[in-house]
């Protein structure tokens, strides 16, 4: 088995502080506990309960993905009670893209988008999203797959068609 040069998961914690869905996550619960602290009334804390919710279905669903990068492969682990595991071998990766907004960039985090000739990635590109030191690892990523490229001798071909009138 290769050794991991990097792994790591969706950022749960990056997701509260970098985007607009976790800002208003936050400031639900706070508007719940702040009208209730008000006096009126404790049901307005139902607002912090589903607050409370919603970060622990994205706890979770961060729980449940991992992505493991070694000198020749990206491995990305899935699932609490029904696991799968997709490999894309690095020489294969066509692309590695990172898009983040301005909050993803205060936050530290960002999207990291993967498009290769694997068939982990037939039916769309692979997206990690809430991504801690996203830029750093998409370049790591790059430099991987342009090593692991040369040492199998492999060169990306883009076809393009044209019409010949």
Avoid: C
């Amino acid at each position: 088995m290769e050794q991991a040069l990097d792994t790591f998961r969706p950022s749960t914690l990056g997701w509260l502080r970098g985007t607009l869905a976790g800002w208003g996550t936050v400031l639900l619960a706070l508007a719940g506990i702040g009208v209730t602290l008000a006096g009126y009334g404790t049901y307005w804390l139902g607002l912090a309960a589903v607050s409370l919710l919603i970060i622990l279905v994205k706890w979770i669903q961060n729980l449940a993905a991992k992505y493991e990068v070694t000198p020749d492969r990206l491995i990305i682990r899935r699932g609490i009670i029904r696991k799968s595991i997709d490999e894309i071998e690095l020489y294969r990766i066509k692309d590695v893209r990172i898009d983040f907004t301005i909050i993803n960039q205060l936050a530290g985090i960002g999207r990291i988008t993967i498009s290769s000739s694997d068939e982990t990635t037939r039916e769309g590109d692979l997206v990690l999203a809430d991504i801690e030191r996203a830029q750093e690892r998409r370049e790591t990523l790059r430099q991987l797959v342009d090593t692991a490229r040369q040492q199998r001798r492999v060169r990306e071909i883009d076809m393009v068609h044209e019409d010949i009138s």
